[in-house]
């Protein structure tokens, strides 16, 4: 086998640790799907009551959020497991193997997507139990999953780097509990427009806010009139801003991977 | 068996091939932490087949110095070179022929210990089968055949260091690093990892071992190297080393301490005085001679002793020695 060919045969034991995990310890699975599916029903039937969408189900709208908010809370998954494996030393034994040293990150990127693939199928099967469906045809829903999973890709990036920076177990649970406002702080959940003034300009321009108001596009599902330039514009932001993200920290993963060895 | 014997027969073809002497080799190495050197010109030779210990106080770059030999680090200057290969140009075949067992068990809790130990054995590039068959192999080797199930995490804490070694041995590496591969264990898991190094040298292994326990470094290693501040400053076997800090010495308890100066001057000018633990001790050249001599000499002065005996030095006071006047 040449090196291209150990390099994916090397990522892919490392992904099918992920794999095992899941198989040794499914109730931790479980619980890990089952908590977007909980969100969604707090929001759906204890708050979305109370909160009404011009021309249109407050469900329908929500789904989308609530599936771009799930892929920006994979991030935690991503930073604490390499965090983990940095504290522990698994890392380093990684890297006194004769191994792929690439395999060590994408064996974590293709373990991530898979689980983020699994999570999104049991959001989207709750969505469609709670009456939420994709009227725009298969095409444009795949087109919506392409766009949601686009952005948990770059997320990868931004958490495979917090997790090399970040090593001691007290910074990955407060990092752990700051995700949450980056994903309430969006269109996820209610519009920006009902939000204070600066507020609602932060929650617009939202990475999640542009990927969430281009999937309800997509499935043509109802959002809110909101004339700002950000939800005018929201496809291209949602192609826009995970590429940003990407060529940020893919560098700088990279970068704080080597200086592992310094 | 068939593994560790064709492992012997390569570890020879080396040796004849390239001539070498030593199979973990270092010069000069430094590896500064701003202004702080870990290593400050550090130089060792490990020769084959033998277990060298690397000695020193917490914070002397005996773990540093592991990590730049095993290519997890890189040195800001200094060459270094493992099984005949530089660790900085040649990373990749050094990694091919050593194993480390580092000072937390590098373990995926979760899986279980075969799990590990397949997981490992394919990153190190075994085909499916093979690292089935060594993982299955060494867990009978250290004991762990039928609980090899059994998720890492509830493993006893000396279970999961003989698990740890055997994950550092999966390619039967001829060079094996053992940072501190007993720090935390209770006396029973230190005794079952000091049986599973033996067993190892036994079978041919150059291995490398940092411990804060000198027990341990004049159990195990053939040779110790002291280190201090980042550099080597003794080197020799256990015995040598001892002999550094002067030879055997003739020492008294006396029950009384107001004894303690009429004691003292019945050894000798040379002689030593503790009042804390009421000893007094002195250089004893002639062993036997002197202590029947010391004890005619207590008894005829009518001095009571509780303890009169030849002492021969120990690492702890050889470490003591060497490394208190730099500190």
């Known amino acids: ?262 | 068996m068939p593994l560790s014997v064709l492992g012997a027969l390569n570890r020879r073809l080396y040796g004849t091939l390239y001539g070498m002497t030593y199979t973990i080799e270092a010069h000069g190495l430094v590896k500064r932490y701003g202004a702080r050197a870990a290593l400050d010109g550090f130089d060792l030779a490990v020769p084959e087949e033998t277990v060298h210990g690397l000695l020193g106080p917490n914070g002397a770059g005996k773990t540093t110095a592991v990590r730049v030999l095993t290519t997890l680090l890189r040195p800001d200057a200094g060459t270094a070179r493992v099984a005949g290969f530089d660790v900085t140009r040649d990373g990749g075949q050094v990694r091919r022929r050593i194993g480390l067992v580092g000072q937390h068990a590098a373990l995926d809790e979760a899986l279980s210990g075969r799990a590990n130990l397949e997981m490992f054995g394919r990153l190190s590039h075994l085909r499916p089968k093979a690292a089935r068959l060594r993982a299955g192999e060494l867990l009978d080797r250290f004991g762990l055949g039928d609980t090899g199930r059994k998720a890492v995490k509830d493993y006893s804490g000396g279970m999961r260091r003989r698990l740890d070694l055997a994950a550092g041995l999966i390619l039967s590496p001829p060079v094996l690093f053992l940072d501190e591969p007993t720090t935390g264990l209770d006396p029973r898991g230190r005794a079952e990892v000091w049986a599973a190094v033996r067993a190892l040298v036994a079978d041919g292994t150059t291995v490398l071992l940092t411990t804060q326990y000198l027990e341990e470094a004049d159990q195990l290693a053939h040779r110790i190297t002291v280190v201090n501040e980042g550099r080597q400053v003794a080197e020799g076997s256990p015995e040598e080393l001892k002999k550094t800090v002067g030879g055997d010495r003739v020492e008294v308890v006396v029950h009384d301490p107001a004894d303690l100066p009429a004691a003292a001057a019945l050894l000798g000018p040379a002689a030593e005085t503790d009042p804390d633990t009421r000893r007094v001790s002195a250089p004893a050249p002639d062993r036997m001679a002197t202590l029947s001599a010391v004890v005619h000499d207590l008894a005829a002065s009518g001095i009571a002793a509780d303890d009169v005996a030849i002492r021969r030095p120990t690492l702890d006071e050889v470490f003591l020695h060497l490394t208190r006047g730099a500190a």
């Not at chain 1, 771009?68 to 604490?80: I, K, S």
């Not at chain 1, 004769?98 to 898979?114: C, E, N, T």
């Open chain 1, 1 to 262: 086998m040449n090196r291209l060919t150990w390099a994916l045969a090397d990522g892919w034991t490392v992904t099918r640790r992920e794999v095992t995990h899941w198989t040794a310890n499914p109730g931790q699975l479980v619980a890990g799907l089952l908590f977007p599916v909980m969100v969604l029903l707090l929001f759906a039937y204890l708050l979305g009551g109370g909160i009404a969408v011009p021309g249109g189900d407050y469900r329908e709208f929500l789904m989308p959020g609530m599936f771009a908010m799930t892929m920006v809370f994979g991030l935690e998954g991503t930073f604490t497991a390499i965090a983990n494996d940095v504290t522990k030393g698994v890392t380093d034994r990684f890297r006194s193997l004769p191994m792929a040293s690439s395999a060590v990150v994408s064996g974590r990127a293709a373990a991530d997507m898979l689980t983020t693939v699994l999570s999104l199928t049991v959001l989207i099967v709750s969505g469609l139990a709670v009456g939420w469906s994709a009227r725009n045809g298969f095409g444009d829903a795949l087109a919506a999953v392409g766009l949601l999973l686009w952005l948990r890709f770059a997320l990868l990036w931004a958490g495979i780097w917090l997790g090399l920076k970040i090593r001691n177990p007290e910074a990955v649970m407060a990092l752990q509990i700051l995700v949450w406002p980056i994903g309430f702080l969006s269109n996820a959940i209610t519009s920006p427009a009902t939000m204070p003034g600066w507020l609602g300009v932060i929650a617009d321009w939202n990475p999640l806010s542009s990927t969430a108001a281009a999937a309800r596009e997509l499935f043509g599902n109802p959002g809110w009139a909101n004339d700002t330039w950000a939800a005018a514009h929201a496809l291209e932001l949602a192609l826009a801003w995970p590429l940003v993200i990407t060529a940020i920290f893919a560098p700088l993963s990279v970068r704080a991977y080597r200086n592992l060895s310094r």
